[in-house]
């Protein structure tokens, strides 16, 4: 067997049929299989069973009566149970085309790659399937904050997100993941580095059935995104929370001195906007400044863009504390709040962003990056 189809479904029956036949047409000439493990309460398996008496490839089915893990758990087991080390996941309701199999297939045998990812964001990908433009700005913004709490693992990804891959099931080492919902492909990157490649491709509306995404299944994500990398988030957190008590203490004293509170409020941004970055270079980001441009450089980034963002927060502190007459310490401590998000991203995503590999070192560049190296260094205390 040269490659499964690992397809894990809950309640699709409506579309077992066509999904069936596509993928059939989809591989012929490929030594295939299709492997459903369903978790449904409908007569989703008598529809698999129906449509495996006439399809053209081999297609099992793998009812659980626990949906241990849910979608995630799913495919691990389908991971166990694949004759083929290749092994394609795809959701059951169409929206992953399954003529894509093919170039996923055609890219695997290339031979120089152990993950080949589906994405809608490369290429000539699209994202049409998405039913509103709701939808596609919430994937857009769950796109963005995932690859920037993992900037290093998911630099050649732009679809972190997407469920439609094609792996060899032993590049993944089962024991390390715990699969918490519907983002196996989120799980298997974060947990280990991989040679991964992308093809696009195009995300379709669903063929049939309702939509499983809901206000729960996000939930699930922001829970297994925050345990993937609660670690850098954590200390992240922590420095902004240190920063945002200084610069409301800041704000405080300089208004008991009788200092308007907008001037306070610029003080203490440029005090803590410092302290910030010299924090965030000793224990958030350490391990990515190597990779990443000189220390001048990447505080010129951090303090435009902090400043820039201050520039846009303080006029909408002001409006807090002139329509809705809120103090202004506590409406300091709301922007901060809500400015948190954007600067994780913007420093995972820019200022820490690794130069491109092959770019012409110069001779002061290096004298530049040994001083930044001597300079960052952690002191002895």
């Known amino acids: 067997m040269q490659l499964s189809i690992i397809v894990p479904t809950f309640n699709e029956?409506?579309?077992i049929a066509e999904l069936v036949r596509r993928i059939g047409a989809a591989v012929r000439g490929i030594d295939a299989e299709i492997l459903f493990v369903d978790d449904s309460t409908d007569d989703t398996p008598?529809?698999?069973?129906?449509?495996?008496?006439?399809?053209?490839?081999?297609?099992?089915?793998?009812?659980?009566?626990?949906?241990?893990?849910?979608?995630?758990?799913?495919?691990?087991?389908?991971?166990?149970?694949?004759?083929?080390?290749?092994?394609?996941?795809?959701?059951?309701?169409?929206?992953?085309?399954?003529?894509?199999?093919?170039?996923?297939?055609?890219?695997f045998g290339r031979g120089d790659v152990d993950l080949v990812v589906a994405s809608r964001y490369v290429?000539?990908?699209?994202?049409?399937?998405?039913?509103?433009?709701?939808?596609?700005l919430v994937s857009q913004a769950a796109t963005a904050v995932t690859r920037?709490?993992?900037?290093?693992?998911?630099r050649e990804v732009s679809d972190p997100m997407t469920g439609y891959f094609l792996i060899?099931?032993?590049?993944?080492?089962?024991?390390?993941?715990?699969?918490?919902?519907?983002?196996?492909?989120?799980?298997?990157?974060?947990?280990?580095t991989m040679r991964v490649a992308e093809v696009p491709f195009d995300f379709a509306p669903r063929h049939a059935g309702d939509s499983?995404?809901?206000?729960?299944?996000?939930?699930?994500?922001?829970?297994?995104?925050?345990?993937?990398?609660?670690g850098k988030m954590s200390v992240f957190a922590l420095i902004g929370g240190l920063g945002a008590i200084a610069n409301m203490a800041i704000v405080w004293a300089l208004t008991q001195l009788g200092v308007g509170y907008v001037l306070a409020a610029?003080?203490?941004?440029?005090?803590?906007?410092?302290?910030?970055?010299?924090?965030?270079?000793?224990?958030?980001?350490?391990?990515?400044?190597?990779?990443?441009?000189?220390?001048?450089?990447?505080?010129?980034?951090?303090?435009?863009?902090?400043?820039?963002?201050?520039?846009?927060?303080?006029?909408?502190?002001?409006?807090?504390?002139?329509?809705w007459?809120?103090?202004?310490?506590?409406?300091?401590?709301?922007?901060?709040?809500?400015?948190?998000?954007?600067?994780?991203?913007?420093?995972?995503?820019?200022?820490?962003?690794?130069?491109?590999?092959g770019a012409a070192v110069t001779p002061v560049r290096r004298i530049v990056d040994e001083i930044d190296a001597q300079a960052t260094s952690p002191g002895e205390l």
């Open 168 to 192: 060899d099931r032993r590049a993944v080492d089962q024991a390390i993941l715990q699969p918490r919902g519907f983002k196996i492909l989120l799980e298997i990157l974060a947990r280990r």
């Open 123 to 136: 290429g000539g990908g699209t994202s049409g399937g998405l039913a509103d433009r709701t939808r596609v």
């Open 148 to 154: 920037a709490m993992f900037p290093i693992r998911l």
């Open 212 to 230: 499983k995404a809901s206000v729960r299944q996000g939930i699930h994500f922001l829970t297994q995104l925050t345990a993937l990398r609660f």
């Open 325 to 357: 007459h809120i103090s202004a310490v506590l409406a300091t401590g709301i922007t901060l709040l809500v400015a948190f998000i954007v600067r994780f991203v913007f420093h995972s995503l820019v200022v820490y962003a690794p130069r491109k590999p």
């Open 46 to 107: 008598a529809a698999v069973l129906e449509a495996a008496e006439t399809a053209p490839l081999p297609v099992r089915l793998v009812h659980r009566e626990a949906s241990t893990g849910g979608l995630g758990g799913a495919v691990l087991e389908g991971f166990v149970l694949a004759e083929a080390d290749a092994c394609v996941v795809m959701d059951g309701d169409l929206q992953h085309p399954p003529e894509t199999i093919r170039d996923l297939w055609e890219r």
């Open 13 to 15: 029956s409506p579309n």
């Open 266 to 323: 610029v003080v203490g941004a440029e005090v803590t906007i410092i302290g910030n970055f010299l924090l965030l270079e000793r224990f958030v980001f350490h391990d990515m400044r190597a990779a990443a441009s000189a220390g001048w450089i990447r505080f010129a980034k951090s303090f435009t863009f902090n400043n820039v963002e201050a520039l846009v927060r303080i006029p909408v502190m002001a409006l807090l504390v002139e329509t």
